[in-house]
Each structure stands twice: as C-alpha cells, then as structure tokens.
Nanobody
Framework: QVQLVESGGGLARAGESLSLSCAASGTIINISGMGWYRQTPGKERELVAR???????DYADSVKGRFTIYGDTTKRRISLQMNDLKPEDTAVYYC????????????WGQGTQVTVSS
C-alpha cells in the first residue's frame, strides 16, 4: 500500500513561518510530480505548490514569494517552507503524489491543519 505521511503545520501568527514535510512509501513505480494542495470548508482543494520530475516548480499566485517547495521526486520527499503567513493561508494542507504504483493508495496524504491568526 502506498502512503503519504505528512508532518508539520500547526498554529502561527500572521507574519510567522511554518514548514510541512511529506514522505511517500510503498511500491512506487514512478513519480511524475509531488505537491501541496490546501482546502478550506466549502471550497475546492487548490494547488499551493508542485514540483515535477523534471524539476519544474509551480506556485499558486497567492503564495509566490512567501512559500518555497523543496524536494526531489526521486527521493520521494518534499517539504514546504511557508513564510510571512497570512490568515487566509489557514487551511488543511494535503500532500499529493502523481504517478503510478502498486496496490492501494489514493495519492493523497491525510492532511495537516495550518491555522494562522491575525
């Protein structure tokens, strides 16, 4: 079974920093990309940052200049450094893996809460 295990997140005040980490395990055949998405109640899950197997990185406009994604799909690990946090960054953050693998696994982590107070 493929799993994505997230760590980090928590509480922060506006202007502070937090970091998230994600590690993939299981029988993974290939990874085309890994990234972070976030979701707030009543809204669709949205891309925050993603790195693909060529090293290309994409960010949501709302986090450019504040968030940095690190990692390497070959190492099956990514992290997200979140600086200058804003209350609107409050959400559940999910790690996502795109690719192919054996066995069960949705390609999503369990989610970790990030709460930013003003």
């Amino acid at each position: 079974q493929v799993q994505l295990v997230e760590s980090g997140g928590g509480l922060a005040r506006a202007g502070e920093s937090l970091s998230l980490s994600c590690a993939a395990s299981g029988t993974i055949i290939n990874i085309s990309g890994m990234g972070w998405y976030r979701q707030t109640p009543g809204k669709e899950r949205e891309l925050v940052a993603r790195i693909d197997d060529s090293g290309r990185i994409d960010y949501a406009d709302s986090v450019k200049g504040r968030f940095t994604i690190y990692g390497d799909t070959t190492k099956r690990r990514i992290s997200l450094q979140m600086n200058d946090l804003k209350p609107e960054d409050t959400a559940v953050y999910y790690c996502r893996m795109d690719g192919s693998w054996r066995g069960d696994g949705s390609g999503w982590g369990q989610g970790t809460q990030v709460t930013v107070s003003s």
